[in-house]
């Protein structure tokens, strides 16, 4: 009897591509299912964006880059929508401004639906005739969409926590027996050491920011076994965390003062707001919605610091990329407590861990020509590398070598901390 990955060798490669543009694009579709058209395009802030705004900035990807540039005779659903809906891609010529996209009321979430089905019955219909060229950007176009379903849930959550009523999505996910209400104590496990290849090994699909795979030397170092948890960081909070100045960056320290920061988002008391409304904080679970600031004066506090990437990656390596929470389906999403405490827990869908690591080129990045080459390069400065993926992650969208990033104050994504020091 030939083995599952003997079966997924054989599979046609099309059929494989088919099948998950498909998937990839109802999931977009099962998120928004209990929105209303207000839901969906209301926007809470200038770096979120209206669900709505998600599903259509995912579908003029797909109908710019595969059928206009690939697809002959292939003519635009509405000449309007490119301005609309690109986002930062300077190539593709004028966009609305981003802070203002909740001011598109038109076209509605239902119009929004109507062009998305167009464009999947055309891309469907085109995929058996692409060039490799074309079905590469396919490929792009579905793990970009995947990276727009996190944000969009993320984004959604931002909306609902301004709203007094504390609206819910889904209602709360049962805890399972195996969890626990008591954090269990943190473990240091030992890192590799020496010269390690980290990045990208071109096997398999990875955005261009994950290449050229190099080696890096790792100094004697441990990981924590765990992410911190929201009980520790009530330890953190009691002690004075947020008001002691000699634990906090020039820059964090400031942003405490000027935003009066004092908690994690979404933190009111023993409570904080979730895609299923007021929960109670589970102190078992990862502390989550710290930014980096937050994340180094935790870590100066608790007498450690954050890992750098490549001492990340290096015992990533060792684990299952689709394993952990991650998304699977429409349903509640919040990180959940371990279901044991040996060896390294949750490096995978829990929480983006923030590393100490600058978003920089590796040596030898190139970005690609054209547009597409836009997609990761330019955002190389001023931002901080997260590693790990979040329980709102689609399951399939991570590997060791994937890199996140978002600049050191943010904190609205589901970004948690895991501790490293030196040996």
Same mark, same amino acid.
């Given at each position: 009897?030939?083995?599952?990955?003997?079966?997924?060798?054989?599979?046609?490669?099309?059929?494989?591509?088919?099948?998950?543009?498909?998937?990839? !694009?109802?999931?977009?579709?099962?998120?928004?299912?209990?929105?209303?058209?207000?839901?969906?395009?209301?926007?809470?802030? +200038?770096?979120?964006?209206?669900?709505?705004?998600?599903?259509?900035?995912?579908?003029?990807?797909?109908?710019? %880059?595969?059928?206009? #540039? =690939? /697809?002959?005779?292939?003519?635009?659903?509405?000449?309007?929508?490119?301005?609309?809906?690109?986002?930062?891609?300077?190539?593709?010529?004028?966009?609305?401004?981003? *802070?203002?996209?909740?001011?598109?009321? !038109?076209?509605?979430?239902?119009?929004?639906?109507?062009?998305?089905? =167009?464009?999947?019955?055309?891309?469907?219909?085109?995929?058996? &005739?692409?060039?490799?060229?074309?079905?590469?950007?396919?490929?792009?176009?579905? =793990?970009?969409?995947?990276?727009?379903?996190?944000?969009?849930?993320?984004?959604?959550?931002?909306? %609902?926590?301004?709203? *007094?009523?504390? *609206?819910?999505?889904?209602?709360?996910?049962?805890?399972?027996?195996?969890? /626990?209400?008591?954090?269990?104590? @943190?473990?240091?496990?030992?890192?590799?050491?020496?010269?390690?290849? /980290?990045?990208? #090994?071109?096997?398999? %699909?990875?955005?261009?920011?994950?290449?050229?795979?190099?080696?890096?030397?790792?100094? +004697?170092?441990?990981?924590?076994?765990?992410?911190?948890?929201?009980?520790?960081?009530?330890?953190?909070?009691? #002690?004075?965390?947020?008001?002691?100045?000699?634990?906090?960056?020039?820059?964090?320290?400031?942003?405490?003062?000027?935003?009066?920061?004092?908690?994690?988002?979404?933190?009111?008391?023993?409570?904080?707001?979730?895609?299923? &409304?007021?929960?109670?904080?589970?102190?078992?679970?990862?502390?989550?919605?710290?930014?980096?600031?937050?994340?180094?004066? %935790?870590?100066?506090?608790? &007498?450690?610091?954050?890992?750098?990437?490549?001492?990340?990656?290096?015992?990533?390596?060792?684990?299952?990329?689709?394993?952990?929470?991650?998304?699977?389906?429409?349903?509640?999403?919040? +990180?959940?407590?371990?279901?044991?405490?040996?060896?390294?827990?949750?490096?995978?869908?829990?929480?983006?861990?923030?590393?100490?690591?600058?978003?920089? +080129?590796? *040596?030898?990045?190139?970005?690609?020509?054209?547009?597409?080459?836009?997609?990761?390069?330019?955002? @190389?400065?001023?931002?901080?590398?997260?590693?790990? &993926?979040?329980?709102?992650?689609?399951?399939?969208?991570?590997?060791?070598?994937? !890199?996140?990033?978002?600049?050191?104050?943010?904190?609205?994504?589901?970004?948690?901390?895991?501790?490293?020091?030196?040996?």
């Amino acid at each position: 009897m030939a083995s599952r990955t003997d079966a997924q060798n054989r599979t046609d490669p099309l059929e494989e591509v088919t099948r998950r543009f498909a998937a990839t !694009r109802r999931l977009s579709l099962d998120l928004v299912a209990t929105l209303s058209d207000a839901d969906a395009s209301a926007q809470s802030m +200038p770096d979120a964006s209206p669900a709505k705004w998600h599903l259509a900035h995912t579908t003029w990807f797909f109908e710019t %880059f595969v059928l206009r #540039d =690939h /697809v002959t005779g292939y003519r635009l659903h509405d000449e309007r929508y490119p301005f609309l809906f690109n986002s930062y891609y300077e190539a593709e010529g004028p966009r609305h401004a981003r *802070p203002q996209r909740g001011l598109l009321t !038109r076209p509605s979430l239902d119009e929004i639906c109507i062009w998305r089905a =167009h464009v999947d019955t055309a891309v469907q219909s085109a995929l058996p &005739g692409l060039p490799p060229a074309a079905l590469m950007l396919v490929e792009l176009g579905i =793990h970009h969409e995947q990276q727009h379903q996190e944000l969009l849930l993320t984004d959604l959550k931002h909306l %609902f926590a301004q709203n *007094p009523l504390g *609206p819910a999505v889904w209602g709360a996910e049962k805890r399972i027996a195996s969890e /626990v209400t008591q954090f269990s104590a @943190m473990k240091w496990i030992k890192g590799a050491v020496g010269v390690t290849a /980290v990045g990208h #090994d071109g096997n398999g %699909f990875a955005f261009d920011c994950e290449g050229p795979r190099h080696d890096a030397l790792l100094a +004697p170092h441990a990981l924590a076994s765990r992410p911190v948890s929201n009980g520790e960081w009530h330890e953190f909070i009691a #002690d004075g965390g947020y008001h002691t100045p000699s634990l906090w960056l020039s820059d964090g320290w400031a942003w405490v003062q000027a935003d009066n920061i004092d908690a994690p988002a979404y933190w009111d008391g023993d409570r904080q707001f979730t895609l299923s &409304g007021w929960r109670e904080i589970d102190p078992a679970a990862p502390v989550t919605h710290i930014s980096f600031f937050e994340a180094d004066a %935790f870590a100066s506090w608790a &007498g450690a610091r954050l890992p750098t990437e490549q001492e990340w990656e290096a015992a990533a390596a060792a684990f299952d990329p689709t394993g952990g929470q991650q998304l699977d389906t429409a349903g509640p999403v919040q +990180p959940r407590a371990p279901v044991d405490d040996t060896g390294l827990q949750q490096m995978f869908g829990s929480v983006w861990e923030w590393t100490g690591s600058a978003y920089r +080129p590796y *040596p030898g990045f190139r970005a690609a020509p054209g547009a597409v080459g836009e997609y990761n390069g330019k955002f @190389m400065n001023g931002q901080f590398v997260l590693r790990g &993926g979040s329980c709102a992650t689609p399951r399939g969208h991570l590997r060791p070598s994937y !890199r996140n990033f978002f600049y050191p104050h943010q904190r609205w994504q589901f970004t948690g901390v895991r501790l490293a020091k030196d040996l």
